[in-house]
């Protein structure tokens, strides 16, 4: 009744953003990402009935807070759901490889590995199809973080809203820095965010057919092994989804000074004949999209631009692994 | 053969965004403004027979420029559309009392004035609305800086897209602080910007939506001498034009890190029960909407948040006067 698990995290290239159902965790739009090897979590779970409560330790350490009941309540819905109300008590112990620095959100790796750590120490056998399903009660991008390379979570109805491989071995170059610039935790949650540009943005239903329109460019991108397709369509996506937070009543944005200073150092770059492009997450650091030989030139561009900022690489991961 | 006008700026608290005619400048959605005491143009235009060129003097100096060329094609326009092509040369002479640190086009005022002086050297007389007409000609703004006070610029078509006065001596107690952080040129022009917007946003059309449903409140606003309205309406809707460049195909925004220093400086003294909304025009520079009683504390949070910028005041300009 124990199983451990390794998830890696991914960055939205079509970002995800607005849930038609909240209890379900059901997005507007289909959103595409690409898994890192750089950032993942390990999580084991066992069920046992020598335990005498349900447990999470989190890096080490017992923790008992709102991640705590958002870990509680998922093992629940996948007792439900798998119908094995009758298992024992828990203990989750997880470890995240993904530095705080790197301001990459934890949460689709961490759901990704519970899913499968859980329903593989239930002893039962379900596909990543099926366990992105359950993930993605978890946390929506954990959808994705089921399948390495570039991957895909559909929009869709409760049982149809799952993730999938567009390409788990890419050939293309394909590489990823991380330019942390604020370690802050961000003002507006996502989840609050999001649902705000919902309710009131005047863009929202133009962003949702563009994100459409943005996904079909981008999958021809991968087919095509476009980088520069591929880095300008996910540029432009990731600002359309931060314009509708402006066009919110009332307005917000994720945008932090530094924010925009890296933006500026992308496109001097560009005007340099250095290719490179950026996405930005719900939080003020900037993801940079390039390929191989660029990375250096780069580096040392922000550590003149920007001397105080992290930058961590990452280059593409594999799905879900399985340590025992 | 000769006369005087003097025009005021004003500011767009509904802003104008884009074209759907590039020749009679006709605009999308109607706009309104706040018209400022602060900066102002005087331009003298004389027609004579003497004068062996066209001429015209910008702050006492000669000018030959690209800034020449629209004015001479103004007055050109002018004379074509007031069956007055056999007058004899002119010259123009302007002064912009329009500190370059304020970051306020005085193209609005300097298309006013110039129109103005030019039909009453013409030996005509005009209405402020047919004037305001021919002023649209040369700088779309300046179609409002014929009025005082709160005016409205309307779409429609070449004779109905016209100035007119919303309330020319308002009782509200509303002040503008320009905030001038940064003097440079502006990287993108704003006919550019907009153009490039409304060909490749998906947000444009949402925008002439909200933009005339903005104009309904904000119209609501003044007349309930509502500041509070006035200013969520105005930082809102600013946000929202900001949010089509964004969208635009390449995204391109013309927010500089000190924009958004001094966007959160406003919300913090919101946050501080100083009540406040900024607004900002197709460049980096913010201007803050506010009522007499905060404006010593604005400029103390500024002095210290942002201690190189340059804070000028202004409040209700009045509409085109004629010196002689």
Redesign the interface.
């Known amino acids: 009744m124990k199983a451990t698990a390794r998830a890696h995290t991914n960055i939205a290239l079509i970002k995800y953003w607005g849930k038609k159902n909240q209890n379900f965790i059901l997005p507007y739009n289909s959103s595409l990402s690409m898994t890192l090897d750089a950032f993942y979590t390990d999580t084991t779970v066992e069920f046992s009935s020598g335990f005498t409560t349900n447990q999470f330790y989190l890096n080490g350490e017992l923790v008992n807070d709102e991640m705590t009941d958002r870990v509680f309540n998922h093992i629940h819905k996948i007792k439900t759901l798998l119908n094995q109300l009758d298992l024992p008590n828990f203990t989750v112990t997880s470890t995240n490889h993904v530095p705080t620095a790197a301001g990459l959100a934890s949460s689709s790796s961490g759901f990704a590995a519970l899913t499968a750590a859980a329903v593989k120490a239930m002893g039962l056998d379900l596909s990543k199809s099926e366990l992105s399903r359950l993930a993605r009660l978890g946390s929506g991008s954990a959808t994705r973080s089921l399948f390495g390379g570039f991957a895909m979570w559909s929009t869709g109805n409760d049982l149809t809203s799952v993730g999938s491989a567009i390409d788990e071995h890419p050939e293309m170059d394909l590489h990823l820095l991380a330019i942390e610039t604020n370690g802050a935790r961000k003002k507006i949650p996502s989840r609050s965010g999001m649902q705000n540009t919902v309710e009131t943005s005047?863009?929202y239903?133009?962003?949702v057919?563009?994100a459409k329109?943005d996904l079909d460019l981008m999958t021809y991108a991968i087919k095509q092994n476009d980088f520069e397709l591929l880095g300008?369509v996910a540029?432009?996506n990731a600002?359309?989804m931060?314009?509708?937070n402006?066009?919110a009543?009332?307005?917000f944005?994720y945008?932090?000074?530094?924010?925009?200073?890296a933006?500026q150092a992308v496109q001097e770059l560009r005007n340099n004949g250095i290719s490179c492009y950026y996405t930005l997450d719900a939080g003020p650091n900037l993801k940079i999209l390039t390929q191989s030989k660029n990375i250096d030139a780069i580096k040392a561009y922000f550590n003149k631009k920007l001397p105080k900022a992290t930058i961590i690489q990452a280059t593409f991961g594999p799905g879900i692994q399985y340590l025992s």
């Open positions: 005047a863009y239903d133009a962003w057919q563009k329109n300008k540029e432009n600002m359309a931060h314009a509708t402006l066009a009543v009332p307005s944005t945008f932090e000074p530094d924010t925009l200073v933006m």
